[in-house]
């Protein structure tokens, strides 16, 4: 079966909104390896609607191993407002994305990579279909900011499973559920 795996970058104090106003003074190579070895182990990715959207809008623009594999793999699309989603291999899930996604796992192939997309995230987790999660949590604190974890996300118990400091400070760390 294959496995939803999530990954995001996260704030010290829990916030995943808008990490590209406060994640790109820590990245450096290792992150991008811990990135890019997430991204191998996935033959399609999932979105949100918003994070489709910013995705779309930069990626098909950009050149390199990160562009090419987001401009070429598979990508479901969250949403029940786009009409369309015209980016490179994009399908549009409309209807209940819970259900297909279920399907989706049964089906042959390898890991669904999420990245971003916290309202979507956060639905996959309560629905207990996230198999993976790995957070690099960044040793900063915004203070304000939408946070990944809230009170619909309820009791979630969590195993690491592994975990790495990179120089810049960022935590890897690697979750499955309990």
């Given at each position: 079966?294959?496995?939803?795996?999530?990954?995001?970058?996260?704030?010290?104090?829990?916030?995943?909104?808008?990490?590209?106003?406060?994640?790109?003074?820590?990245m450096?190579?290792?992150?991008?390896?811990?990135?890019?070895?997430?991204?191998?182990?996935?033959?399609?990715?999932?979105?949100g609607?918003?994070?489709?959207?910013?995705?779309?809008?930069?990626?098909?623009?950009?050149?390199?191993?990160?562009?090419?594999?987001?401009?070429?793999?598979?990508?479901?699309?969250?949403?029940?407002?786009?009409?369309?989603?015209?980016?490179?291999?994009?399908t549009?899930?409309?209807?209940?994305?819970?259900?297909?996604?279920?399907?989706?796992?049964?089906?042959?192939?390898?890991?669904?990579?999420?990245?971003?997309?916290?309202?979507?995230?956060?639905?996959?987790?309560?629905?207990?279909?996230?198999?993976?999660?790995?957070?690099?949590?960044?040793?900063?604190?915004?203070?304000?900011?939408?946070?990944?974890?809230?009170?619909?996300?309820?009791?979630?118990?969590?195993?690491?499973?592994?975990?790495?400091?990179?120089?810049s400070?960022?935590?890897?760390?690697?979750?499955?559920?309990?």
């Amino acid at each position: 079966m294959r496995k939803i795996v999530a990954g995001l970058f996260v704030s010290l104090d829990g916030v995943v909104e808008a990490p590209e106003t406060w994640h790109f003074p820590y990245m450096n190579e290792e992150m991008g390896a811990a990135v890019m070895a997430i991204q191998a182990e996935a033959d399609t990715l999932l979105l949100g609607r918003a994070t489709y959207e910013s995705f779309a809008a930069v990626w098909p623009h950009q050149t390199g191993e990160m562009a090419d594999q987001l401009n070429n793999i598979p990508k479901l699309v969250a949403s029940t407002t786009l009409q369309t989603a015209e980016w490179n291999n994009s399908t549009l899930i409309s209807g209940d994305v819970i259900d297909e996604l279920r399907r989706t796992k049964e089906r042959p192939g390898r890991n669904i990579s999420i990245t971003g997309s916290i309202t979507l995230t956060r639905t996959l987790l309560r629905a207990g279909l996230v198999d993976e999660l790995h957070l690099m949590v960044h040793p900063i604190v915004l203070g304000t900011g939408t946070r990944l974890f809230d009170e619909s996300t309820g009791r979630l118990p969590l195993t690491l499973v592994d975990s790495t400091t990179f120089r810049s400070g960022v935590l890897n760390l690697h979750f499955q559920p309990a």
